[in-house]
Every structure is written in structure tokens, then in C-alpha cells.
């Protein structure tokens, strides 16, 4: 049970370039999520998705754009990469309703130069 | 929006000495308070978690308290050991969706 799987694990983009953080989780979660975490931020929610077919902004969504392709798999791209989006990127799904576990994929390292 | 602050930043304990790391709540209409741990370089793993309808809940050397009419909520770990060492994110959410707004994270160190 692989659980929740993001690709790539590190990356490094020039500022303007484009590129899409990939997630999938394999627990039959309807809810998704993307966080970003910056040092002495803890971890804050840039986009989520409550079902398939349905995504909401979270509390840091400028610069970014999400696809919930299917159940399984949750996108996160970045059109126009600044240096302000260095971060380490966290995918996590949960089941539905209230109060459950959210599951969190091993993060990405994403540097923009 | 809710808003989450964790105290303190970073904490340095014997080991066998207890730790406890304290966090507050702005929306009253939170009902659900994790916390995670994050080894460094790995992701955040849930360690406990606790409801609203409850005050206390132990787990081994790990317990959380729940103060709902001052919102605040603590973790509580007893006798630590050097496996202890992570930074500990506490979060909350509202019953409707799951939206975890996490605190700012403390970095636990425990000295053998």
C-alpha cells in the first residue's frame, strides 16, 4: 500500500519557468490537499479538493493553479515560477466527513532560482 | 479564517524529563485537534488527535489536553527519549471538510 505518492521529490526552475507537482494517492480518499511549508511557517494550505470534479483556495493560493484529475490524482501547477515559491510541497489526502487522519505524500523540494 | 499558534518554537529537554508545547485556536467552531510529528526530511505523520467532545486522551507516553472555553489544546509527552527529537505541528479543523490550519511548528530536542 503505497498510501499517498508525489512526484518529482526535488526540482529546481528559473524564475518564469512553468511546471506541474504531481500526487496520487491509492487509500480511496475523496478529500485532497496541497500545503507548502516554510521554515518557522509550519504548513499552509494553498489549494484543496473536498471530491472529484470540485477544488477550493486555501489560505496561500496566489501563483498557483490545481487539476483534480481523477480520485486518485491531484495536480499542483505553477504557471510562472518566482523565487518567493521556494518552499517543500506536501500532497495529503483524507477519507470523507468530518475529523479524519490526513495522510501526507514525502513532500517536494522546489527551488526557484 | 482560523488561526493557529503554537508555543514554544523550539524546546530542548533532558531525557526522561517531560515536554509540552501549547497551542491556541481563534474559531470556536474547530471540533478537531491533531498532532503530527515530522522526523527531518520526512513527512508529518499523525501521532494523536483529539475531538471536542472529549477533554483528555492518553496514548503510552503521549497525551493531549483540550480547554475548549479558552480554546487551547497542549501535547504532553512524558519521559522522553532521544527518538522524540522532531518538530511537532499541532493543527485544527471545522466538521464541515477537513481544512487543517496547522500551527507554526515546534523543534523538540532531547539531550541524552
Known amino acids: 500500500n503505497a498510501g499517498v505518492t508525489q512526484t518529482p521529490k526535488f526540482q529546481v526552475l528559473k524564475t518564469g519557468q512553468s511546471m506541474t507537482l504531481q500526487c496520487a494517492q491509492d487509500m480511496n480518499h475523496n478529500s485532497m490537499y496541497w500545503y507548502r511549508q516554510d521554515p518557522g511557517m509550519g504548513l499552509r494550505l494553498i489549494y484543496y479538493?473536498?471530491?472529484?470534479?470540485?477544488?477550493d483556495k486555501g489560505e496561500v493560493p496566489n501563483g498557483y493553479n490545481v487539476s483534480r484529475l481523477n480520485k486518485r490524482e491531484f495536480s499542483l501547477r505553477l504557471e510562472s515560477a518566482a523565487p518567493s515559491q521556494t518552499s517543500v510541497y506536501f500532497c495529503?489526502?483524507?477519507?470523507?466527513?468530518?475529523?479524519?487522519?490526513?495522510?501526507f505524500g514525502q513532500g517536494t523540494r522546489l527551488t526557484v532560482v | 479564517g482560523e488561526n493557529v499558534e503554537q508555543h514554544p518554537s523550539t524546546l530542548s529537554v533532558q531525557e526522561g524529563d517531560s515536554a509540552v508545547i501549547k497551542c491556541t485556536y481563534s474559531?470556536?467552531?474547530?471540533?478537531?485537534f491533531p498532532w503530527y510529528k515530522q522526523e527531518l526530511g520526512k513527512r508529518p505523520q499523525l501521532i494523536i488527535d483529539?475531538?471536542?467532545?472529549?477533554g483528555e486522551k492518553k496514548d503510552q507516553r503521549i497525551a493531549v489536553t483540550l480547554n475548549k472555553t479558552a480554546k487551547h489544546f497542549s501535547l504532553h509527552i512524558t519521559e522522553t527519549q532521544p527518538e522524540d527529537s522532531a518538530v511537532y505541528f499541532c493543527?485544527?479543523?471545522?466538521?464541515?471538510?477537513?481544512?487543517?490550519?496547522f500551527g507554526g511548528g515546534t523543534r523538540v530536542l532531547v539531550k541524552p
Open positions: 493543527a485544527a479543523s471545522k466538521a464541515a471538510g477537513n481544512k487543517l490550519t
Open positions: 474559531d470556536s467552531a474547530s471540533n478537531y
Open positions: 479538493s473536498a471530491s472529484e470534479g470540485t477544488t
Open positions: 495529503a489526502s483524507s477519507a470523507s466527513g468530518p475529523n479524519t487522519e490526513a495522510f
Open positions: 483529539i475531538r471536542s467532545n472529549v
